[in-house]
Protein backbone atom coordinates (compact mmCIF):
# COMPACT_ATOMS: atom_id res chain seq x y z
CA UNK A 1 0.00 0.00 0.00
CA UNK A 2 1.10 3.28 -0.97
CA UNK A 3 0.10 6.18 0.76
CA UNK A 4 -0.61 9.37 -1.21
CA UNK A 5 0.99 12.73 0.44
CA UNK A 6 2.49 15.83 -0.48
CA UNK A 7 6.05 14.00 0.51
CA UNK A 8 7.71 14.13 -2.52
CA UNK A 9 7.22 11.10 -4.98
CA UNK A 10 10.65 9.96 -7.04
CA UNK A 11 11.73 7.18 -9.46
CA UNK A 12 12.36 4.19 -7.11
CA UNK A 13 9.02 4.92 -5.22
CA UNK A 14 7.08 4.74 -8.68
CA UNK A 15 8.88 2.07 -9.59
CA UNK A 16 8.10 0.25 -6.55
CA UNK A 17 4.75 0.93 -6.67
CA UNK A 18 4.26 -0.21 -10.49
CA UNK A 19 6.33 -3.23 -10.33
CA UNK A 20 4.95 -4.96 -6.76
CA UNK A 21 1.43 -3.56 -8.28
CA UNK A 22 0.95 -1.28 -5.17
CA UNK A 23 -2.36 -0.06 -4.32
CA UNK A 24 -2.98 3.46 -3.26
CA UNK A 25 -4.73 5.03 -0.36
CA UNK A 26 -5.22 9.11 0.24
CA UNK A 27 -3.74 9.83 3.27
CA UNK A 28 -5.45 12.34 5.46
CA UNK A 29 -3.00 14.93 5.04
CA UNK A 30 -4.54 14.76 1.30
CA UNK A 31 -7.70 14.34 2.22
CA UNK A 32 -7.68 17.47 4.31
CA UNK A 33 -6.02 19.32 1.54
CA UNK A 34 -8.68 18.29 -0.96
CA UNK A 35 -12.03 18.97 1.15
CA UNK A 36 -10.37 22.06 2.05
CA UNK A 37 -9.97 23.58 -1.15
CA UNK A 38 -13.03 22.62 -2.45
CA UNK A 39 -15.05 24.02 0.61
CA UNK A 40 -13.11 27.44 -0.34
CA UNK A 41 -14.28 26.94 -3.59
CA UNK A 42 -18.03 26.83 -3.23
CA UNK A 43 -17.57 29.70 -0.58
CA UNK A 44 -15.70 31.78 -3.14
CA UNK A 45 -18.29 30.92 -5.25
CA UNK A 46 -21.29 31.62 -3.49
CA UNK A 47 -20.22 35.59 -2.42
CA UNK A 48 -18.03 36.34 -5.71
CA UNK A 49 -19.67 38.61 -8.53
CA UNK A 50 -16.42 38.37 -10.71
CA UNK A 51 -16.47 35.99 -13.51
CA UNK A 52 -13.64 33.38 -12.59
CA UNK A 53 -11.72 31.88 -15.50
CA UNK A 54 -13.10 28.26 -16.26
CA UNK A 55 -15.38 27.89 -13.41
CA UNK A 56 -17.72 30.12 -14.40
CA UNK A 57 -16.77 31.01 -17.85
CA UNK A 58 -16.23 29.17 -21.54
CA UNK A 59 -12.69 28.11 -22.24
CA UNK A 60 -10.28 29.16 -24.44
CA UNK A 61 -11.01 32.06 -26.32
CA UNK A 62 -14.50 32.15 -25.18
CA UNK A 63 -13.07 32.86 -21.42
CA UNK A 64 -15.31 36.04 -21.93
CA UNK A 65 -18.70 34.39 -21.82
CA UNK A 66 -19.77 34.04 -18.45
CA UNK A 67 -22.03 30.72 -17.48
CA UNK A 68 -25.17 31.09 -15.08
CA UNK A 69 -24.83 29.42 -12.12
CA UNK A 70 -27.33 26.97 -13.41
CA UNK A 71 -25.21 25.39 -15.61
CA UNK A 72 -22.17 25.07 -14.20
CA UNK A 73 -22.03 21.19 -13.80
CA UNK A 74 -23.20 21.01 -17.25
CA UNK A 75 -20.41 23.30 -18.48
CA UNK A 76 -18.12 20.87 -16.80
CA UNK A 77 -19.42 17.65 -18.63
CA UNK A 78 -19.60 19.35 -21.63
CA UNK A 79 -15.86 20.61 -21.16
CA UNK A 80 -14.98 16.69 -21.13
CA UNK A 81 -16.59 15.50 -23.72
CA UNK A 82 -15.79 17.90 -26.26
CA UNK A 83 -12.11 18.02 -25.58
CA UNK A 84 -11.41 13.81 -26.11
CA UNK A 85 -10.73 14.37 -29.48
CA UNK A 86 -7.71 12.03 -29.62
CA UNK A 87 -6.68 9.57 -32.43
CA UNK A 88 -3.99 7.27 -33.46
CA UNK A 89 -2.50 4.40 -31.60
CA UNK A 90 -3.76 3.45 -28.23
CA UNK A 91 -1.41 4.66 -24.92
CA UNK A 92 0.10 1.94 -23.78
CA UNK A 93 -1.93 0.74 -20.17
CA UNK A 94 1.50 0.92 -18.11
CA UNK A 95 1.61 4.98 -19.13
CA UNK A 96 -1.66 5.24 -18.52
CA UNK A 97 -1.46 3.87 -15.15
CA UNK A 98 1.26 6.36 -14.53
CA UNK A 99 -1.70 9.01 -15.99
CA UNK A 100 -3.73 8.24 -13.03
CA UNK A 101 -0.78 8.37 -10.38
CA UNK A 102 0.25 10.96 -11.21
CA UNK A 103 -3.14 13.17 -11.37
CA UNK A 104 -3.47 11.78 -8.09
CA UNK A 105 -0.91 13.11 -6.79
CA UNK A 106 -1.02 16.53 -8.40
CA UNK A 107 -4.57 16.75 -6.67
CA UNK A 108 -3.24 15.68 -3.15
CA UNK A 109 -1.35 18.84 -2.59
CA UNK A 110 -5.18 20.79 -2.72
CA UNK A 111 -4.78 23.42 -4.92
CA UNK A 112 -7.24 22.23 -7.59
CA UNK A 113 -10.60 22.81 -6.28
CA UNK A 114 -11.72 18.83 -7.02
CA UNK A 115 -14.02 16.89 -5.04
CA UNK A 116 -12.72 14.35 -2.87
CA UNK A 117 -15.11 11.52 -4.59
CA UNK A 118 -13.58 12.73 -8.06
CA UNK A 119 -9.79 12.14 -6.49
CA UNK A 120 -11.02 8.54 -4.28
CA UNK A 121 -12.28 7.90 -8.24
CA UNK A 122 -9.34 7.76 -9.73
CA UNK A 123 -7.79 6.01 -6.89
CA UNK A 124 -10.70 3.42 -7.54
CA UNK A 125 -9.19 3.07 -11.28
CA UNK A 126 -5.50 2.64 -10.47
CA UNK A 127 -6.35 0.21 -7.33
CA UNK A 128 -8.45 -1.83 -9.82
CA UNK A 129 -6.46 -1.38 -12.87
CA UNK A 130 -9.61 0.19 -14.51
CA UNK A 131 -7.53 1.70 -17.60
CA UNK A 132 -8.89 4.68 -19.93
CA UNK A 133 -8.58 4.06 -23.49
CA UNK A 134 -6.57 7.35 -24.32
CA UNK A 135 -4.81 7.82 -27.87
CA UNK A 136 -1.18 8.97 -28.55
CA UNK A 137 -2.89 12.01 -30.92
CA UNK A 138 -4.29 15.09 -29.65
CA UNK A 139 -2.44 17.48 -27.42
CA UNK A 140 -0.10 20.42 -28.06
CA UNK A 141 1.51 20.60 -24.65
CA UNK A 142 -0.18 23.76 -23.31
CA UNK A 143 -3.18 24.03 -21.28
CA UNK A 144 -2.62 20.85 -20.35
CA UNK A 145 -2.66 17.76 -22.20
CA UNK A 146 -6.61 18.36 -22.68
CA UNK A 147 -7.26 15.61 -25.09
CA UNK A 148 -5.72 12.82 -23.44
CA UNK A 149 -6.27 13.82 -20.24
CA UNK A 150 -10.24 14.15 -21.37
CA UNK A 151 -10.21 10.63 -22.35
CA UNK A 152 -8.52 9.63 -18.94
CA UNK A 153 -11.10 11.58 -17.66
CA UNK A 154 -14.41 10.33 -19.59
CA UNK A 155 -14.75 7.00 -17.78
CA UNK A 156 -15.17 8.96 -14.63
CA UNK A 157 -18.66 9.73 -15.95
CA UNK A 158 -19.63 6.68 -17.02
CA UNK A 159 -18.45 7.68 -21.25
CA UNK A 160 -16.19 6.36 -23.24
CA UNK A 161 -13.75 3.20 -22.68
CA UNK A 162 -11.36 1.41 -20.68
CA UNK A 163 -9.20 -1.68 -20.56
CA UNK A 164 -10.57 -3.94 -17.18
CA UNK A 165 -9.84 -7.14 -16.89
CA UNK A 166 -7.32 -7.81 -20.31
CA UNK A 167 -10.58 -6.92 -22.33
CA UNK A 168 -11.64 -3.48 -23.95
CA UNK A 169 -15.25 -2.25 -22.61
CA UNK A 170 -17.72 0.49 -21.88
CA UNK A 171 -16.88 2.26 -18.71
CA UNK A 172 -20.47 2.59 -18.06
CA UNK A 173 -20.41 -1.15 -18.12
CA UNK A 174 -17.81 -1.73 -16.03
CA UNK A 175 -18.69 0.95 -13.54
CA UNK A 176 -22.11 -0.77 -13.21
CA UNK A 177 -20.38 -4.08 -12.79
CA UNK A 178 -18.28 -2.87 -9.78
CA UNK A 179 -21.11 -0.82 -8.34
CA UNK A 180 -19.75 2.33 -8.88
CA UNK A 181 -21.47 5.32 -9.83
CA UNK A 182 -20.54 8.06 -12.10
CA UNK A 183 -19.57 11.05 -11.28
CA UNK A 184 -20.97 14.29 -10.93
CA UNK A 185 -18.82 16.77 -11.55
CA UNK A 186 -18.96 20.29 -9.96
CA UNK A 187 -17.89 23.69 -11.03
CA UNK A 188 -13.99 23.59 -11.64
CA UNK A 189 -13.43 19.99 -11.78
CA UNK A 190 -13.40 19.26 -15.54
CA UNK A 191 -10.70 21.88 -16.14
CA UNK A 192 -8.74 20.30 -13.18
CA UNK A 193 -8.93 16.66 -14.93
CA UNK A 194 -7.61 18.16 -18.32
CA UNK A 195 -5.25 21.00 -17.47
CA UNK A 196 -2.14 19.44 -16.47
CA UNK A 197 1.10 17.80 -17.79
CA UNK A 198 0.39 14.26 -17.01
CA UNK A 199 0.30 12.70 -20.70
CA UNK A 200 3.82 14.42 -20.91
CA UNK A 201 4.77 12.95 -17.44
CA UNK A 202 4.16 10.01 -17.63
CA UNK A 203 5.45 9.09 -20.49
CA UNK A 204 8.53 10.95 -19.47
CA UNK A 205 8.63 8.78 -16.32
CA UNK A 206 8.80 5.57 -18.41
CA UNK A 207 11.37 6.41 -20.32
CA UNK A 208 13.70 7.19 -17.78
CA UNK A 209 12.42 4.61 -15.50
CA UNK A 210 13.95 2.42 -18.66
CA UNK A 211 16.12 4.42 -19.62
CA UNK A 212 18.42 3.87 -15.81
CA UNK A 213 18.29 0.10 -16.82
CA UNK A 214 19.28 0.76 -20.53
CA UNK A 215 22.15 2.82 -19.76
CA UNK A 216 23.69 0.43 -17.69
CA UNK A 217 23.67 -2.11 -20.07
CA UNK A 218 24.82 -0.31 -22.71
CA UNK A 219 27.89 -0.16 -20.30
CA UNK A 220 27.79 -3.63 -19.93
CA UNK A 221 27.12 -4.50 -23.87
CA UNK A 222 29.80 -2.09 -24.56
CA UNK A 223 32.27 -3.56 -22.36
CA UNK A 224 31.70 -7.20 -23.79
CA UNK A 225 32.36 -5.53 -27.39
CA UNK A 226 35.57 -4.22 -26.34
CA UNK A 227 36.79 -7.32 -24.61
CA UNK A 228 35.26 -9.21 -27.80
CA UNK A 229 37.35 -6.89 -30.34
CA UNK A 230 40.84 -6.85 -28.66
CA UNK A 231 40.30 -3.30 -27.34
CA UNK A 232 42.55 -1.38 -24.84
CA UNK A 233 42.41 -0.75 -21.48
CA UNK A 234 44.37 2.41 -21.65
CA UNK A 235 41.34 4.70 -22.21
CA UNK A 236 39.40 3.57 -19.52
CA UNK A 237 42.51 4.55 -17.24
CA UNK A 238 40.70 7.19 -14.08
CA UNK A 239 43.34 9.34 -14.28
CA UNK A 240 42.40 10.50 -18.22
CA UNK A 241 38.95 10.86 -16.68
CA UNK A 242 39.94 12.95 -13.90
CA UNK A 243 41.16 15.67 -16.13
CA UNK A 244 37.84 15.82 -17.81
CA UNK A 245 35.43 15.63 -15.19
CA UNK A 246 32.32 15.19 -16.37
CA UNK A 247 30.63 12.98 -13.99
CA UNK A 248 29.18 10.79 -16.27
CA UNK A 249 32.06 10.17 -17.96
CA UNK A 250 33.87 9.09 -15.28
CA UNK A 251 31.10 7.33 -13.72
CA UNK A 252 31.44 5.42 -17.35
CA UNK A 253 34.93 5.04 -17.03
CA UNK A 254 34.56 3.25 -13.27
CA UNK A 255 31.70 0.75 -14.88
CA UNK A 256 33.69 -0.36 -17.59
CA UNK A 257 36.95 -1.07 -15.33
CA UNK A 258 34.83 -3.11 -12.87
CA UNK A 259 33.29 -5.16 -15.91
CA UNK A 260 36.61 -6.02 -17.41
CA UNK A 261 38.47 -6.18 -14.03
CA UNK A 262 40.44 -10.16 -14.23
CA UNK A 263 39.78 -10.38 -18.11
CA UNK A 264 42.15 -12.15 -20.03
CA UNK A 265 41.96 -11.01 -22.81
CA UNK A 266 41.87 -6.88 -22.04
CA UNK A 267 45.54 -7.45 -20.10
CA UNK A 268 47.29 -9.10 -23.26
CA UNK A 269 49.60 -7.52 -25.48
CA UNK A 270 47.83 -5.40 -28.01
CA UNK A 271 49.43 -5.65 -31.32
CA UNK A 272 47.97 -2.57 -32.27
CA UNK A 273 48.36 0.89 -31.05
CA UNK A 274 44.63 2.70 -30.81
CA UNK A 275 40.84 1.47 -31.18
CA UNK A 276 38.27 3.09 -33.20
CA UNK A 277 36.16 6.10 -31.22
CA UNK A 278 33.07 3.69 -30.91
CA UNK A 279 35.45 1.62 -28.63
CA UNK A 280 37.60 4.44 -27.19
CA UNK A 281 35.47 7.21 -26.50
CA UNK A 282 32.58 5.16 -24.34
CA UNK A 283 33.14 6.88 -21.61
CA UNK A 284 32.95 10.38 -23.32
CA UNK A 285 29.99 9.37 -25.54
CA UNK A 286 27.96 7.25 -22.92
CA UNK A 287 28.96 9.61 -20.34
CA UNK A 288 27.26 12.73 -21.91
CA UNK A 289 24.19 11.01 -22.34
CA UNK A 290 24.15 9.63 -18.57
CA UNK A 291 24.32 13.48 -17.91
CA UNK A 292 21.42 14.66 -20.11
CA UNK A 293 19.53 11.84 -18.61
CA UNK A 294 20.32 13.39 -15.09
CA UNK A 295 19.01 16.11 -16.44
CA UNK A 296 16.00 14.96 -17.84
CA UNK A 297 15.20 12.91 -14.49
CA UNK A 298 15.63 16.28 -12.37
CA UNK A 299 13.14 18.66 -14.42
CA UNK A 300 10.76 15.69 -14.71
CA UNK A 301 11.13 15.04 -10.18
CA UNK A 302 10.03 18.45 -10.34
CA UNK A 303 7.20 18.22 -12.70
CA UNK A 304 5.77 15.07 -10.92
CA UNK A 305 5.67 16.70 -7.71
CA UNK A 306 4.26 19.74 -8.83
CA UNK A 307 0.42 20.89 -9.54
CA UNK A 308 -0.13 21.81 -13.22
CA UNK A 309 -3.67 22.41 -13.85
CA UNK A 310 -5.41 25.36 -14.31
CA UNK A 311 -7.06 27.78 -12.73
CA UNK A 312 -4.80 27.38 -9.23
CA UNK A 313 -7.01 27.89 -6.11
CA UNK A 314 -4.50 29.31 -2.86
CA UNK A 315 -7.10 29.21 0.42
CA UNK A 316 -4.26 30.31 2.53
CA UNK A 317 -4.01 34.05 -0.01
CA UNK A 318 -7.70 34.03 -1.02
CA UNK A 319 -6.63 33.84 -4.54
CA UNK A 320 -7.75 32.07 -7.50
CA UNK A 321 -4.97 32.54 -9.90
CA UNK A 322 -5.22 31.92 -13.80
CA UNK A 323 -1.70 31.29 -15.03
CA UNK A 324 0.53 29.25 -16.75
CA UNK A 325 1.30 25.93 -15.12
CA UNK A 326 0.09 23.54 -17.51
CA UNK A 327 2.19 24.76 -20.03
CA UNK A 328 4.65 21.64 -21.22
CA UNK A 329 7.89 23.82 -22.64
CA UNK A 330 10.21 22.42 -19.55
CA UNK A 331 8.89 19.08 -20.69
CA UNK A 332 9.26 19.24 -24.23
CA UNK A 333 12.79 20.47 -24.58
CA UNK A 334 13.65 17.88 -21.56
CA UNK A 335 12.37 15.38 -23.93
CA UNK A 336 13.86 16.16 -26.58
CA UNK A 337 17.41 16.38 -25.05
CA UNK A 338 16.63 12.70 -23.33
CA UNK A 339 15.96 11.21 -27.04
CA UNK A 340 19.07 12.80 -28.42
CA UNK A 341 20.71 11.63 -25.80
CA UNK A 342 19.46 8.04 -26.00
CA UNK A 343 19.95 7.79 -29.97
CA UNK A 344 23.17 8.60 -29.51
CA UNK A 345 24.12 5.45 -26.91
CA UNK A 346 22.54 3.38 -29.57
CA UNK A 347 24.18 5.50 -32.63
CA UNK A 348 27.92 4.24 -31.18
CA UNK A 349 26.53 0.97 -30.38
CA UNK A 350 25.82 0.07 -34.27
CA UNK A 351 29.69 1.26 -34.77
CA UNK A 352 30.56 -1.28 -32.46
CA UNK A 353 28.46 -3.89 -33.85
CA UNK A 354 30.12 -2.67 -37.90
CA UNK A 355 33.41 -2.86 -36.15
CA UNK A 356 33.01 -6.48 -34.90
CA UNK A 357 31.51 -8.12 -38.28
CA UNK A 358 33.92 -6.81 -40.32
CA UNK A 359 36.89 -9.24 -40.11
CA UNK A 360 39.29 -7.50 -38.37
CA UNK A 361 41.27 -8.12 -34.92
CA UNK A 362 41.64 -11.77 -36.04
CA UNK A 363 38.04 -11.83 -36.01
CA UNK A 364 35.90 -13.83 -38.87
CA UNK A 365 34.46 -11.72 -41.43
CA UNK A 366 30.41 -11.46 -39.86
CA UNK A 367 31.52 -13.58 -37.21
CA UNK A 368 31.18 -17.19 -39.19
CA UNK A 369 33.47 -19.24 -39.45
CA UNK A 370 33.34 -19.72 -43.14
CA UNK A 371 31.86 -16.57 -44.69
CA UNK A 372 30.67 -16.61 -48.14
CA UNK A 373 28.54 -19.96 -47.87
CA UNK A 374 27.56 -18.34 -44.32
CA UNK A 375 26.25 -14.35 -44.51
CA UNK A 376 26.52 -14.99 -41.01
CA UNK A 377 25.84 -11.58 -38.82
CA UNK A 378 25.81 -9.68 -41.80
CA UNK A 379 22.11 -8.37 -42.46
CA UNK A 380 21.21 -7.54 -38.00
CA UNK A 381 23.77 -4.72 -38.76
CA UNK A 382 21.22 -3.75 -41.51
CA UNK A 383 18.71 -3.61 -39.08
CA UNK A 384 20.77 -1.88 -36.28
CA UNK A 385 21.64 0.46 -38.97
CA UNK A 386 18.52 1.30 -39.73
CA UNK A 387 16.65 1.19 -36.41
CA UNK A 388 19.08 3.98 -35.96
CA UNK A 389 18.67 5.89 -38.75
CA UNK A 390 14.74 6.19 -37.51
CA UNK A 391 16.17 7.54 -33.97
CA UNK A 392 18.13 10.65 -36.54
CA UNK A 393 14.66 11.30 -37.50
CA UNK A 394 12.99 11.01 -34.21
CA UNK A 395 15.09 13.47 -32.88
CA UNK A 396 13.93 15.95 -35.10
CA UNK A 397 12.92 18.60 -31.89
CA UNK A 398 9.17 19.02 -31.43
CA UNK A 399 9.52 21.82 -28.97
CA UNK A 400 10.64 24.05 -31.29
CA UNK A 401 7.00 23.95 -32.72
CA UNK A 402 3.75 25.79 -32.20
CA UNK A 403 0.95 26.24 -34.10
CA UNK A 404 -1.80 28.95 -32.77
CA UNK A 405 -5.19 27.21 -31.71
CA UNK A 406 -8.18 28.61 -29.71
CA UNK A 407 -8.71 31.68 -32.09
CA UNK A 408 -4.93 32.91 -31.08
CA UNK A 409 -5.80 32.77 -27.16
CA UNK A 410 -3.24 29.99 -27.03
CA UNK A 411 -0.59 31.37 -29.67
CA UNK A 412 2.32 29.30 -28.27
CA UNK A 413 1.96 25.45 -27.57
CA UNK A 414 5.36 23.41 -26.18
CA UNK A 415 4.38 20.29 -28.52
CA UNK A 416 5.97 18.44 -25.57
CA UNK A 417 3.02 15.63 -26.13
CA UNK A 418 4.62 15.10 -29.47
CA UNK A 419 7.99 14.75 -27.54
CA UNK A 420 7.01 12.22 -25.35
CA UNK A 421 5.60 10.12 -27.93
CA UNK A 422 8.95 10.37 -30.08
CA UNK A 423 10.90 9.18 -26.88
CA UNK A 424 9.01 6.37 -26.31
CA UNK A 425 9.88 5.02 -29.73
CA UNK A 426 13.61 5.71 -29.70
CA UNK A 427 13.72 4.19 -25.94
CA UNK A 428 12.27 1.00 -27.33
CA UNK A 429 14.38 1.24 -30.77
CA UNK A 430 17.79 1.79 -28.48
CA UNK A 431 16.89 -1.64 -26.96
CA UNK A 432 16.95 -3.33 -29.86
CA UNK A 433 19.95 -1.84 -31.02
CA UNK A 434 22.01 -2.81 -27.99
CA UNK A 435 20.28 -6.46 -28.62
CA UNK A 436 21.77 -6.51 -31.90
CA UNK A 437 25.04 -5.44 -30.08
CA UNK A 438 25.20 -8.25 -27.57
CA UNK A 439 24.54 -10.49 -30.12
CA UNK A 440 27.11 -9.55 -31.82
CA UNK A 441 29.32 -9.13 -29.18
CA UNK A 442 28.69 -12.47 -27.42
CA UNK A 443 29.06 -14.31 -30.82
CA UNK A 444 33.02 -12.50 -31.46
CA UNK A 445 33.93 -13.51 -28.03
CA UNK A 446 33.93 -17.63 -29.03
CA UNK A 447 36.28 -16.61 -31.29
CA UNK A 448 38.44 -15.21 -28.29
CA UNK A 449 38.42 -18.46 -26.62
CA UNK A 450 39.97 -20.62 -25.08
CA UNK A 451 41.13 -17.12 -23.14
CA UNK A 452 38.23 -15.92 -20.57
CA UNK A 453 36.77 -12.02 -20.39
CA UNK A 454 36.16 -10.98 -16.67
CA UNK A 455 34.01 -13.29 -14.56
CA UNK A 456 31.15 -10.37 -14.65
CA UNK A 457 31.24 -10.29 -18.30
CA UNK A 458 31.67 -14.67 -18.11
CA UNK A 459 28.64 -14.98 -15.93
CA UNK A 460 26.35 -12.77 -17.97
CA UNK A 461 27.45 -14.74 -21.56
CA UNK A 462 26.38 -17.90 -19.83
CA UNK A 463 23.27 -16.38 -18.91
CA UNK A 464 22.66 -15.13 -22.17
CA UNK A 465 23.68 -18.66 -24.13
CA UNK A 466 20.45 -20.58 -22.11
CA UNK A 467 18.44 -18.26 -24.64
CA UNK A 468 20.36 -17.75 -27.62
CA UNK A 469 23.21 -20.44 -28.33
CA UNK A 470 26.28 -19.57 -30.68
CA UNK A 471 25.72 -19.79 -34.35
CA UNK A 472 27.56 -22.07 -36.77
CA UNK A 473 25.87 -21.41 -39.69
CA UNK A 474 23.27 -19.46 -41.38
CA UNK A 475 19.61 -19.75 -39.50
CA UNK A 476 16.96 -17.71 -39.51
CA UNK A 477 17.71 -14.47 -37.15
CA UNK A 478 14.97 -12.54 -36.16
CA UNK A 479 13.91 -14.96 -33.82
CA UNK A 480 17.41 -14.67 -32.67
CA UNK A 481 17.10 -10.98 -31.82
CA UNK A 482 13.71 -10.99 -30.14
CA UNK A 483 15.57 -13.66 -27.74
CA UNK A 484 18.08 -10.73 -27.27
CA UNK A 485 15.61 -8.28 -27.13
CA UNK A 486 13.57 -9.79 -24.33
CA UNK A 487 17.19 -10.63 -22.90
CA UNK A 488 18.20 -7.52 -21.83
CA UNK A 489 14.46 -5.97 -21.14
CA UNK A 490 14.17 -8.95 -18.29
CA UNK A 491 18.23 -9.17 -17.38
CA UNK A 492 19.39 -6.57 -14.16
CA UNK A 493 22.76 -6.08 -14.51
CA UNK A 494 24.58 -5.05 -11.46
CA UNK A 495 27.88 -3.24 -11.37
Request: proline share 4%; charged share 20%.
Amino acid sequence: MHHITTSKLDFDIISEIISKNKKLVLSDEAKTNIVRCREYLDKKMAAQKEPIYGINTGFGSLCDIVIPNQDLEKLQRNLVMSHACGTGDEVPQEVVKLMLLLKIQAFSYGKSGVQLQTVERLVDFFNHDILPVVYQLGSLGASGDLSPLAHMSLPLLGLGEVVYQGKKQDAAAVLKQLNLQPIQLKSKEGLALLNGTQFMSAYGVWCLLNTKKISIAADVIGAISLDAFDGRMDPLKLHIHTIRPHKGQLQTATNMLKLLEGSEIIKRKKEHVQDPYSFRCIPQVHGASKDAIAYAENVFLIEINSVTDNPTVFPDEDEIISGGNFHGQPLALALDFLAIALAELGSISERRTYQLISGTRGLPSFLVATPGLNSGFMIPQYTAASIVSQNKQLCSPASIDSIVSSNGQEDHVSMGANAATKCYKVVENLQRILAIELLNASQALEFRRPLKSSPIIEKIISDYRKHIPFIDADKIMYTEIEKSVQFLKQSKFDI
